[in-house]
């Protein structure tokens, strides 16, 4: 198996979870400071916390992503088109819908599962501390 092939490909889809998390959380401070400015001060730890354990879950999401896709360039594990004539017209807002139904379905009941008392003791206390 091609193990370096894999691993590049894991943390390039790391690598852009965790930028797009940085550009989206970066505008909303930016935007949040510019409203209520001072409202992060006290915040301070708590922010760097979440930001360093929002980085190491972008693996949580990336890694898959990236055998997924090594897996589908190199072994067509799975159908993605490329092409915009592919598929007709309307199969492209349908397929985003059902993307982010099955993405914030999947969400949900992980998130809801990571809130029974073993799991969040384990796993995602660290979310909710202060």
Do not use: C, N
């Amino acid at each position: 198996m091609p193990w370096a092939a894999i691993l590049l490909s894991a943390a390039a889809m790391t690598a852009i979870v965790a930028l797009r998390y940085l550009a989206a959380s970066g505008a909303f401070a930016f935007v949040t400071a510019r409203v209520r400015p001072g409202y992060h001060a006290r915040l301070g730890p708590q922010i760097r916390r979440e930001i360093g354990w929002s980085l190491a879950s972008a693996a949580i999401y990336g890694i898959p992503a990236g055998i997924v896709a090594w897996g589908w360039q190199t072994h067509g594990w799975t159908r993605i088109y490329t092409q915009w004539d592919a598929y007709p017209l309307w199969y492209l807002p349908v397929a985003v819908l059902l993307y982010l139904l099955a993405h914030d379905t999947w969400f949900y009941w992980t998130h809801r599962l990571m809130h029974r008392p073993k799991w969040f003791r384990k796993m995602h206390a660290v979310h909710h501390a202060s």
